[in-house]
């Protein structure tokens, strides 16, 4: 391990640590296993024990909450920056890139060369894929699945729960290659089929064929992907 800075840290006796950067302080919790070339940030904690642990505790103290821990993995080549917090039973693939103040709620899995905007939260028991770009304050719930190299644009909620508050949870499934944009809001249940294309702002409320651009409130179909990629790389094209 490389120190960046002064040496103040927490890292159980039970978890398992590669040759890591790290900065000033963290906490690494349990069995977590954090793999070679991963960097820490200040203040990041691997491995948080699940709410109803912590309901349970009688003692406070890190020391309490690393008895407890299952512990997450961390993949190589993984950059951790300050502020993040990261639950136990999570598994983040390798060359993944957080940004500051990310939660990752329990029970999530992150595919490789993935990239989690500053603020955003991923409440537990979520799939991610591969190379996945998820911007700055998306919020993602519990039961949602994303495929491989999709992106979410800033901002971006998914619901779960079509006539909350209720037990009756419905995730969104998002297919690969989907592009949705800023400020867009998915309600619960619903499937975006592959190559889709969410315009900023829309809410949608039904399932998005495959390679179709909806945009709107509600979201309604305007053309097809083909379309969308003709304008973009006319836009491009135009601005260099």
Same mark, same amino acid.
């Given at each position: 391990?490389?120190?960046?800075?002064?040496?103040?840290?927490?890292?159980?006796?039970? +978890?398992?640590?590669?040759?890591?950067?790290?900065?000033?302080?963290?906490?690494?919790?349990?069995?977590?296993?954090?793999?070679?070339?991963?960097?820490?940030?200040?203040?990041?904690?691997?491995?948080? @024990? =699940?709410?109803?642990?912590?309901?349970?505790?009688?003692?406070?103290?890190?020391?309490?909450?690393?008895?407890?821990?299952?512990?997450?993995?961390?993949?190589?080549?993984?950059?951790?920056?300050?502020?993040?917090?990261?639950?136990?039973? =999570?598994?983040?693939?390798?060359?993944?890139?957080?940004?500051?103040?990310?939660? =990752? #709620?329990?029970?999530?899995?992150?595919?490789?060369?993935?990239? /989690?905007?500053?603020?955003?939260? /991923? %409440?537990?028991? &979520?799939?991610?894929?591969?190379?996945?770009?998820?911007?700055?304050?998306?919020?993602? @719930?519990?039961?949602?699945?994303?495929?491989?190299?999709?992106?979410?644009? @800033?901002?971006?909620?998914?619901?779960?729960?079509?006539?909350?508050?209720?037990?009756?949870?419905?995730? &969104?499934?998002?297919?690969?290659? &989907?592009?949705?944009?800023?400020?867009?809001?998915?309600?619960?249940?619903?499937?975006?089929?592959?190559? +889709?294309?969410?315009? +900023?702002?829309?809410?949608?409320?039904?399932? =998005? @064929?495959? %390679?179709? &651009?909806?945009?709107?409130?509600? +979201? #309604?179909?305007?053309?097809?992907?083909?379309?969308?990629?003709?304008?973009?790389?006319?836009?491009?094209?135009?601005?260099?």
């Amino acid at each position: 391990m490389e120190n960046i800075g002064f040496l103040m840290r927490y890292i159980s006796k039970r +978890a398992k640590i590669g040759k890591i950067l790290f900065e000033n302080t963290f906490s690494i919790l349990g069995r977590s296993i954090v793999e070679d070339f991963v960097y820490i940030g200040n203040n990041v904690i691997i491995g948080y @024990p =699940v709410r109803k642990k912590i309901l349970n505790l009688k003692h406070k103290g890190i020391n309490i909450l690393d008895k407890i821990s299952n512990g997450s993995i961390i993949g190589k080549n993984t950059i951790i920056r300050t502020n993040c917090i990261i639950y136990e039973n =999570v598994y983040v693939g390798e060359n993944v890139e957080f940004g500051h103040n990310v939660i =990752v #709620r329990e029970n999530t899995r992150i595919g490789n060369k993935t990239k /989690i905007g500053t603020n955003t939260i /991923i %409440d537990g028991n &979520v799939k991610i894929g591969n190379n996945v770009n998820i911007q700055s304050s998306c919020y993602i @719930p519990p039961k949602t699945i994303i495929g491989n190299n999709v992106f979410l644009g @800033p901002c971006v909620v998914i619901t779960n729960d079509k006539y909350p508050p209720s037990t009756n949870l419905k995730g &969104v499934i998002i297919e690969d290659s &989907v592009v949705i944009g800023a400020n867009a809001v998915l309600l619960a249940g619903i499937k975006i089929c592959k190559n +889709a294309v969410i315009g +900023a702002g829309s809410v949608v409320t039904k399932d =998005v @064929p495959e %390679d179709t &651009v909806v945009v709107g409130n509600p +979201a #309604r179909k305007i053309y097809k992907r083909e379309e969308y990629e003709r304008k973009k790389y006319s836009h491009f094209n135009t601005n260099l």
